[in-house]
């Protein structure tokens, strides 16, 4: 049950992220909101691992750690870039069911991860539910096509984001992480170096770094989880995170589900409850 809660507190903390810095990038330019939410992650990671004990750190988690942080810096840009032009109907469930599929088709065929029945049906669940819970009574405006690019990139970047630090030791803490953020700011700075690009102002800087730093404990979480079950399960539990939203304008802002998001929430409970009973 450890690494399942981990998993979920993972899906929860993302969640948070993706609204709080699809908020953030409506108002101040994407990629600068991507770059500080990496610097923001950078600190708390680095703090994080200072907590957590490690008895070894070899160079190859740091590199693991290195390229998960390349898929993040890309994920977070074109995310961003998607929800700023008001393409979040399309873009957040396209990265996540991208996100799920390409770590289980990897995991499986060249990791040896073997998931359970009760998990494959999971798996399979969780996939039409993830698009359907991301469905809105109203589409948002933009073109598909565009939408689509966006969120196909994003889940690119997010797959390799966790197969990526998956693959770091357990001996390494937290520090993967930590390597990660380095490499995402380096992978997204070059981006703020064209003249369009604008800082925000000093209250939008710090908020953005805080999210980042939602976005890192996300992170730790799903590397801790990694280590606790199989990786497959771990990711898509984590990838649960285009709940978050809905059950907030459900809760905090009392929206009304339309069917499709009633029926995608159904699903991600059942997934749950079969990724968790075949993780025991």
Do not use: H, K
């Amino acid at each position: 049950m450890t690494g399942v809660l981990l998993a979920l507190t993972s899906a929860l903390l993302y969640g948070v992220a993706d609204v709080w810095g699809g908020l953030l990038s409506r108002r101040a330019d994407f990629a600068a909101v991507a770059l500080l939410g990496q610097a923001g992650g950078l600190v708390f990671a680095v703090a994080a691992a200072l907590f957590m004990p490690a008895t070894e750190i070899a160079a190859t988690d740091l590199g693991w750690g290195a390229l998960s942080g390349i898929g993040t810096g890309l994920a977070m840009v074109f995310l961003y870039r998607g929800i700023s032009r008001g393409d979040l109907s399309v873009v957040v469930p396209v990265s996540a069911v991208g996100g799920v599929a390409l770590p289980v088709v990897v995991g499986v065929a060249f990791l040896g991860d073997r998931p359970a029945p009760a998990a494959w049906i999971g798996i399979a669940v969780v996939l039409p539910a993830l698009w359907l819970v991301s469905r809105s009574r109203s589409e948002e405006r933009g073109t598909v096509r565009t939408a689509l690019f966006n969120g196909l990139a994003a889940s690119v970047g997010i797959g390799v984001q966790y197969l990526a630090l998956a693959q770091a030791g357990d001996d390494s803490g937290i520090w993967p992480v930590a390597a990660g953020r380095v490499a995402a700011v380096v992978a997204v700075a070059p981006m703020m170096w064209s003249p369009e690009r604008r800082f925000p102002s000093g209250r939008m800087w710090f908020w953005s770094a805080v999210n980042g730093g939602f976005a890192a404990a996300a992170l730790v979480c799903y590397l801790l989880a990694t280590r606790e079950q199989l990786v497959v399960i771990a990711v898509v539990l984590s990838s649960l995170y285009p709940v978050v939203p809905v059950l907030l304008g459900v809760t905090a802002l009392r929206e009304r589900l339309s069917w499709p998001q009633a029926a995608g929430l159904g699903g991600a409970g059942v997934a749950v409850v079969l990724l968790t009973l075949a993780s025991q």
